[in-house]
């Protein structure tokens, strides 16, 4: 069966530090992958989109590698702020038809 | 600028009641909508997505329906609620291959 998985269910970091969050997936061929940020009570906010071809993206204290081989993503939050506290969501497309499944998110919380 | 409506915010229901919740669209044409569901500490399911007018597909049987009357209207409904049927909806927009949109939410207790 198809699976999303993100590492652990929680991340404590202080700030200043990388958080480092995991995405694996199984039975999925994937031309894109997406990160989403999630406050409580809130939608999902769209953060980054990696493409299959591609290694690493990065947007500002952001970047995303994207492993097809491992069939893996990394999520690194750098210079972290307590602003960055939210849950994250890694997203994936089936094989390029618009449809996402979502992991069930790692949530991180930066202490000052 | 696109933007997303959904409404209401929060909704409490009776088991057996009817309902209604609506998602609108505003600055984008012909976009996919997709109404998603998230339970409490869960990830988000897939419940249904469309490409176009009428166009609906069904991911996950069970007893909710959804309609697309307009090009940017999507409609998710059900006759009688269960008490499985709680959760937070969700809807989203997208067009071609790029990031969702997603609406504010609606936080529905079936009671």
């Known amino acids: 069966s198809q699976k999303i998985e993100q590492n652990s269910e929680a991340l404590n970091i202080q700030e200043g530090k990388t958080a480092t969050l995991t995405c694996n997936y199984t039975?999925?061929?994937?031309?894109?992958l997406q990160w989403y940020r999630q406050d409580p009570g809130r939608g999902p906010v769209f953060l980054l989109l990696?493409?299959?071809?591609?290694k690493e993206k990065r947007k500002e204290r952001l970047k995303v590698t994207f492993d097809t081989t491992l069939k893996q993503s990394l999520f690194h939050i750098t210079a972290s702020q307590p602003a960055d506290s939210a849950t994250y969501l890694c997203?994936?497309?089936?094989?390029?038809?618009?449809?996402?499944?979502f992991g069930a998110g790692t949530t991180v919380t930066v202490r000052a | 600028s696109q933007t997303i409506h959904q409404w209401p915010a929060t909704l409490v229901q009776p088991v057996g009641s009817p309902l209604s919740l609506e998602c609108t669209v505003e600055?984008?044409?012909?976009?996919?909508l997709y109404w998603y569901r998230q339970a409490a500490g869960r990830g988000l399911q897939l419940l249904f997505y469309?490409?176009?007018?009428?166009?609906i597909s069904s991911e996950v049987p069970q007893n909710l329906s959804a309609s697309r009357p307009q090009d940017r209207q999507f409609i998710l409904s059900s006759k009688k609620l269960l008490l499985s049927d709680s959760g937070f909806y969700l809807c989203?927009?997208?067009?071609?291959?790029?990031?969702?949109?997603f609406g504010s939410g609606t936080r529905l207790t079936v009671v």
């Open positions: 600055g984008t044409s012909n976009p996919n």
């Open positions: 990696i493409r299959e071809n591609e």
């Open positions: 469309s490409v176009g007018i009428g166009q």
């Open positions: 989203a927009w997208s067009v071609k291959v790029n990031g969702y949109t």
């Open positions: 039975n999925y061929s994937p031309a894109y």
């Open positions: 997203a994936l497309d089936g094989s390029n038809d618009y449809k996402l499944s």
